[in-house]
Structure formats: C-alpha cells, structure tokens
C-alpha cells in the first residue's frame, strides 16, 4: 500500500518563501508521476503542480507559474514544492498525489491520481 506524507507547511507573511515536500512510502517514487493540488474550504480542490516519472517534465497552474517550482528526488523516495513569493490568494491546504498512469490525460485533475496524503495548511498573512 503506497502513503504519501506532506510536511513543510506553516504560516508566513506574504512574499516569503516555504518548500512543502512529499515522503512516498510503500512504493518507490521513481514508479510514479506525481503531483501537488491545494484547496480552500467550501471550494473544489485545485491543480498546482505536476512532475513526470521521467525526462523532468513540469506542469504548473498559471497562478503560480514562475513562483512554486516542483522538484523530486527518486533516492529520497521524496518530492518537493518550492513556493516562492507567497501571496494571500496561496492560503490553502495543499495536497501531494501520485498516479501510475503513463498517459498525460489528467495529471491536473484529481481523478487522475490514485495516492494522496493528508495535507499540509499554508497560511500566507497580508
């Protein structure tokens, strides 16, 4: 059974920086695409960021595109999202996934993933 654990997430005051990562356990990373989502209470939950098993394909949300940058380390069994710049707006709990399917078809939407952890609360203060 694979887990997924975020860590990392935290409040700080806006333009300030914070790296949520992603522990995969019972699997290994190297097997997966994976992906980050965050959501805001009473609202669906959002497509962040997405990275691809091989050839380091990224896929980012125009909000946060060339602010958050994801990132994965197969040896560490770990992925990680660098946000960068924080504004109001990132406030959420933020999600890690993971899916087996090779295929692009859904890797920014949360059907697509099989795996997901908890959650992590950001809390950006203006």
């Known amino acids: 059974q694979v887990h997924l654990a975020e860590s990392g997430g935290g409040t700080v005051p806006a333009g300030d920086s914070l790296r949520l990562a992603c522990v995969v356990s019972g699997g290994a990373l190297s097997s997966y695409n994976v992906g980050w989502f965050r959501q805001v209470p009473g609202k669906e939950r959002k497509f962040v960021a997405a990275?691809?098993?091989?050839?380091?394909?990224?896929f980012y949300d125009g909000a946060v595109k060339g602010r958050f940058t994801g990132s994965r380390d197969n040896t560490k069994n770990t992925f990680y999202l660098q946000m960068d710049n924080l504004k109001t707006d990132d406030t959420a709990r933020y999600y890690c996934a993971a899916r087996t399917a090779m295929s692009i078809d859904g890797y920014d939407q949360e059907w697509g993933y099989e795996f997901w952890g908890p959650g992590t609360q950001v809390t950006v203060s203006s």
């Open positions: 990275l691809s098993r091989n050839y380091g394909i990224t």
